[in-house]
């Protein structure tokens, strides 16, 4: 089965910590973007990768950080630089350049208090 | 700057009517896309809207593409509570690889 995968689904964190999201994708994309959702909001970009070993900072990137050592894997690192890192979190795949369509992970719902 | 704006961004409507949902984007794109999102879920792709003119049915859903308005339309036919869900749009910025999304519109069908 092909798919984007998260984990955890719930993640738990105390204030000061730093956090590290996984999302891994088998539908071999080369494109993958990390989103943050707030209760009742639409999606902010954080971070998005074209190409292994290369990503762009998108609208919200302050206080978060990314890595791609591999294709299928995308991780975030939420830092505790992050003044409000309380949200769901949804990362993305895309097929190639010639589409913008996205398709999404079920979502990391983290909480830090 | 591409901003894309949703309305209304709540509706509550009974089942059996019919409503549209508009996506208005501020800048030339002829990449547009709906997704519908189920509370505390991820999002589903609906509709992918790739030229003026492009029109896209599925079951009770249709959307439309005029890119000389700048504008999409989800309309909704004789509404059932099923479709009681978060939809948005998405553009897609000309020259970038990314999409940027409306702020969703949260539809409640009532019985």
């Known amino acids: 089965d092909g798919g984007i995968t998260q984990s955890p689904k719930y993640l738990f964190r105390k204030e000061g910590q730093n956090v590290t999201l996984s999302c891994e994708q088998n539908?071999?994309?080369?494109?993958m973007y990390w989103y943050r959702q707030d209760p009742g909001q639409g999606l902010r970009l954080i971070y998005y990768?074209?190409?292994?070993?290369?990503?762009q900072k998108g609208d919200i990137a302050e206080g978060y950080s990314v890595s791609r050592e591999k294709k299928e894997s995308f991780p975030l690192t939420v830092t505790s630089a992050q003044k409000n890192p309380t949200a769901f979190y949804l990362c993305?795949?895309?097929?190639?350049?010639?589409?913008?369509?996205?398709?999404f992970g079920p979502g990391t719902r983290l909480t830090v208090t | 700057e591409l901003k894309v704006e949703q309305n209304p961004l709540f509706l509550s409507m009974q089942e059996g009517k019919n409503y549209t949902i508009y996506c208005n984007y501020s800048?030339?794109?002829?990449?547009l896309y709906w997704y519908r999102q189920d509370p505390g879920k991820s999002l589903e792709s609906l509709f992918v809207?790739?030229?003026?003119?492009a029109v896209k049915q599925e079951g009770r859903l249709m959307a439309s593409l005029d890119t000389k308005a700048r504008l999409s339309t989800l309309h909704i036919t004789a509404a059932v509570h099923d479709l009681s869900a978060t939809y948005f749009c998405?553009?897609?910025?000309?020259?970038?690889?990314?999409?940027?999304f409306g702020q969703g519109t949260r539809l409640t069908i009532n019985p």
């Open positions: 993305a795949s895309k097929r190639d350049p010639g589409t913008y369509e996205q398709y």
């Open positions: 539908l071999n994309h080369d494109a």
């Open positions: 990768s074209q190409i292994v070993n290369d990503f």
């Open positions: 800048t030339t794109s002829d990449r």
């Open positions: 809207l790739l030229s003026n003119g």
């Open positions: 998405a553009v897609g910025i000309q020259g970038a690889q990314k999409l940027v």
